[in-house]
């Protein structure tokens, strides 16, 4: 039994000219008509030269809904015809003969006989470039900040101080008990000498060395002869500091005024 023929889309072209696009190669004249179908193949004529072809439908393609000037069918390849058929057409790449004297162009590439290897290739799309680029400015800005921070850090506080305890070790070695007398003995005399507190009560005295960088803090308390507690550097920061009866005197350093 045979299959039943399923029409083609020309066949709502029957009596009706139409015309292939892209046009068959090697016919002069685009105009067609429908006349038959198979199972695989349709049968047009050409409306001028009255030639007949058989197109196979899997070369067939849409239909326009534009009649004006003339329906279009399209091919879904471009076929050329030869031989009294329709083949897909193959464009030749003609090799250029070498010139007299020219150097040898290079050399064809090597067939392989297998799939060429797979290289992943890893897309960015515009948005996550500009997330990236914003997040390395961010951390490149965050690292200068750091090392600004920390040579700052370095060059006023840690030098300075590293200088100062290998130029005045002798300040380091001032105890509770020397008095104004015993730091001229050690020091020579100051440069300033400032009190604060009232007469009779807790007061303190401030002896000022420049060239040293440094500023011996004498303490007097109920009438007692001042005696040392501790020294600061320029910028009034404790640097050295003794034990009293109530614990170390660093923390009464650093919240003594300047005076």
């Given at each position: 039994?045979?299959?039943?023929?399923?029409?083609?889309?020309?066949?709502?072209?029957?009596?009706?000219?139409?015309?292939f696009?892209?046009?068959?190669?090697?016919?002069?004249?685009?105009?067609?008509?429908?006349?038959?179908?198979?199972?695989?193949?349709?049968?047009?004529?050409?409306?001028?030269?009255?030639?007949e072809?058989?197109?196979?439908?899997?070369?067939?393609?849409?239909?326009?809904?534009?009649?004006?000037?003339?329906?279009?069918?399209?091919?879904?390849?471009?076929?050329?015809?030869?031989?009294?058929?329709?083949?897909p057409?193959?464009?030749?790449?003609?090799?250029m003969?070498i010139?007299?004297?020219?150097?040898a162009?290079?050399?064809?590439?090597?067939q392989r006989?297998?799939?060429?290897?797979?290289v992943?290739?890893?897309?960015?799309?515009s948005?996550?470039?500009?997330?990236?680029?914003?997040?390395?400015?961010?951390?490149?800005?965050?690292?200068?900040?750091?090392?600004?921070?920390?040579?700052?850090?370095?060059?006023?506080?840690?030098?300075?101080?590293i200088a100062?305890?290998?130029?005045?070790?002798?300040?380091?070695?001032?105890?509770?008990?020397?008095?104004?007398?015993?730091?001229?003995?050690?020091?020579?005399?100051?440069?300033?000498?400032?009190?604060?507190?009232?007469?009779?009560?807790?007061?303190?005295?401030?002896?000022?060395?420049?060239?040293?960088?440094?500023?011996?803090?004498?303490?007097?308390?109920?009438?007692?002869?001042?005696?040392?507690?501790g020294?600061l550097?320029?910028?009034?920061?404790?640097?050295?500091?003794?034990?009293?009866?109530?614990?170390?005197?660093?923390?009464?350093?650093?919240?003594?005024?300047?005076?």
């Amino acid at each position: 039994m045979s299959s039943p023929v399923i029409p083609p889309p020309l066949e709502a072209l029957r009596n009706q000219p139409f015309s292939f696009y892209p046009p068959i190669l090697n016919i002069e004249h685009n105009q067609w008509q429908y006349r038959k179908a198979t199972w695989t193949d349709a049968l047009v004529v050409n409306a001028r030269t009255g030639q007949e072809i058989w197109i196979p439908r899997r070369f067939l393609g849409e239909i326009s809904r534009i009649e004006d000037p003339v329906v279009i069918v399209g091919l879904l390849k471009e076929l050329e015809y030869k031989e009294g058929a329709v083949w897909p057409h193959r464009r030749r790449v003609i090799e250029m003969p070498i010139a007299v004297g020219a150097p040898a162009g290079p050399p064809s590439p090597v067939q392989r006989a297998g799939p060429a290897p797979v290289v992943g290739i890893r897309l960015e799309s515009s948005a996550e470039s500009h997330v990236l680029r914003m997040v390395g400015g961010a951390l490149v800005l965050g690292i200068v900040a750091a090392f600004v921070v920390v040579n700052f850090y370095r060059d006023s506080v840690v030098r300075p101080r590293i200088a100062y305890m290998a130029k005045d070790r002798i300040v380091l070695s001032l105890t509770a008990q020397d008095d104004y007398h015993a730091v001229v003995h050690k020091l020579g005399a100051p440069g300033r000498d400032h009190w604060l507190g009232p007469a009779g009560g807790t007061s303190y005295r401030a002896l000022w060395y420049p060239d040293r960088g440094c500023i011996i803090i004498l303490m007097a308390a109920d009438g007692a002869d001042a005696t040392y507690i501790g020294a600061l550097d320029a910028n009034w920061n404790p640097i050295h500091s003794v034990r009293l009866a109530k614990g170390d005197a660093g923390a009464l350093l650093r919240s003594l005024p300047r005076f």
